[in-house]
T-cell receptor, first 114, second 114 residues
Framework: AQTVTQSQPEMSVQEAETVTLSCTYD???????LFWYKQPPSRQMILVIR??????QNATENRFSVNFQKAAKSFSLKISDSQLGDTAMYFC???????????FGTGTSLTVIP | ETGVTQSPTHLIKTRGQQVTLRCSSQ?????VSWYQQALGQGPQFIFQ???????GRGNFPPRFSGLQFPNYSSELNVNALELDDSALYLC?????????????FGEGSRLTVL
């Protein structure tokens, strides 16, 4: 079974600062995909960034980047130059290469303070 | 491009009743997945429909059932409602039976069971 753990229920960061959200996962699979999704208050969940396990290079999308450590089964999200619009619940998710379902963590509520 | 829409947005039912939730997938998407998000938890996979056929199911009892229509819209039906069914129900659409492509979520239907 696949499990995803987010050990930080809540975090806060000053506007323009950098914050890192942690995620660990457990799987016996060798090929899989990892995702970070953002769920703003009362709005739909949107994809922030994704990483293929077979790629050693960490994914980057503008201010968002990941630190993917396959051996440690760790997948953290770094948000640089935090903006007020980054305030949201962030979910880490795992999907097997041949799978059709996402396994989500319990989420981290991030607040950006002006 | 029309996004994923869900209805109703909020509803209240009593224990033992039945409920139907509806989802219109994003234009061009032929796959719909349903997730249950209990308060303070990450989304849990209920099932997926691909080209009108069930294409995978999570650990949910048979009283959770679904349909997908020729236009790829979908319904989630829950019979004999229990208090623990209170949750946000998320619909997500994608293209193709696998999920490497991005999942596009609706805003959800919030169900309260009294």
């Amino acid at each position: 079974a696949q499990t995803v753990t987010q050990s930080q229920p809540e975090m806060s960061v000053q506007e323009a600062e950098t914050v890192t959200l942690s995620c660990t996962y457990d799987t016996s699979e060798n090929n899989y995909y990892l995702f970070w999704y953002k769920q703003p208050p009362s709005r739909q969940m949107i994809l922030v960034i994704r990483q293929e396990a077979y790629k050693q290079q960490n994914a980057t999308e503008n201010r968002f980047s990941v630190n993917f450590q396959k051996a440690a089964k760790s997948f953290s999200l770094k948000i640089s130059d935090s903006q007020l619009g980054d305030t949201a619940m962030y979910f880490c998710a795992f999907m097997r290469e041949t799978g059709n379902q996402f396994y989500f963590g319990t989420g981290t509520s991030l607040t950006v303070i002006p | 491009e029309t996004g994923v829409t869900q209805s109703p947005t909020h509803l209240i039912k009593t224990r033992g009743q039945q409920v139907t939730l509806r989802c219109s997938s994003q234009s061009g998407h032929n796959t719909v997945s349903w997730y249950q998000q209990a308060l303070g938890q990450g989304p849990q996979f209920i099932f997926q429909y691909y080209r009108e056929e069930e294409n995978g199911r999570g650990n949910f009892p048979p009283r959770f059932s679904g349909l997908q229509f020729p236009n790829y819209s979908s319904e989630l039906n829950v019979n004999a409602l229990e208090l623990d069914d209170s949750a946000l129900y998320l619909c997500a659409s994608s293209l193709g039976g696998s999920l490497y492509g991005e999942l596009f979520f609706g805003e959800g239907s919030r169900l309260t069971v009294l």
